[in-house]
């Protein structure tokens, strides 16, 4: 191995430790930018969740690589992972792939999704949002190309007419929602089977599968807004934690593999 700034390299590229280094400039979303694949990545090896129920049956991950630089005002996450397949649909016994981190919003929050007094603040990217953006909302026709219905509310009203007939939309669920402006959602939780959407949308991102991976770029302020949010800065240390799920291996929910908390040194503005 050789050593270039604060971390070391090994012969395959991977860093010895994340370091989230210092660029001057906008944080590109492209996952294939330069900015990104020229930098050395940390690879962080995946374990099965067995903490709760449902476990994950097997580990279909198992390491993922991550590279992570902030400008001043935000922070942009870079994963990557094996995935021969791409799934991004959500429907009856369809599951779409996901990748998620974790900082804690305002104390040391436990590895379990936080805990009392300790929440943690996670940003997941969805295949199944990411596809919505880039060619438009997906319908059970997408899914199952050989169902078949006379019409939908939207061919004869509205749409905040024909809302009345998809309660979830009607009522606001982050997940059924069909203008998306980006295929992060940020979540606060405070333990297992807590997990909320927050009500402050800030992050942005964008997942990209060829050549047998996903890569998939998250980026966020540094000073986030609300409460329950991870304010990072120059200069300091942070812990980070990952998650990813893989769809056709029935992984939702807790059903996935993790990567446990990693220190994060973020370095000092240039």
Known sequence: ATAIGVYAIASDNTAS???CGFRAGEIPLDPGSRVWTRRAAYKA???KQNMTTPN???LAVPDIRVRVLHNGTDIAFHLEWAAP???EHDAIARFRDAIAVMLSANADAPITMGGEGAPAHILQWKASWQADIDRGQQTVK???????NDSIPEQWMSAEQAKTF????AVGNALAQRDKKS??????AVGFGTLTTHKEQEATGRGVHGSGRWRVVIRRPMKPTGTN???VAPGETRNVAFAVWVGDKGQRGARKQYATWVEMPIEAQG
Not at 142 to 148: A, L, R
Not at 183 to 188: D, N, R, S
């Open 183 to 188: 295929p992060i959602e940020e979540l606060v």
């Open 56 to 58: 994950a049956l097997e």
């Open 17 to 19: 430790s994340l370091v």
């Open 45 to 47: 090896a995946m374990i």
């Open 142 to 148: 997408d899914v199952f190309p050989n169902m078949y």
């Open 229 to 231: 949010k991870a304010a």
């Open 166 to 169: 998809y309660p979830a939309w």
């Open 85 to 87: 397949n791409k799934h």
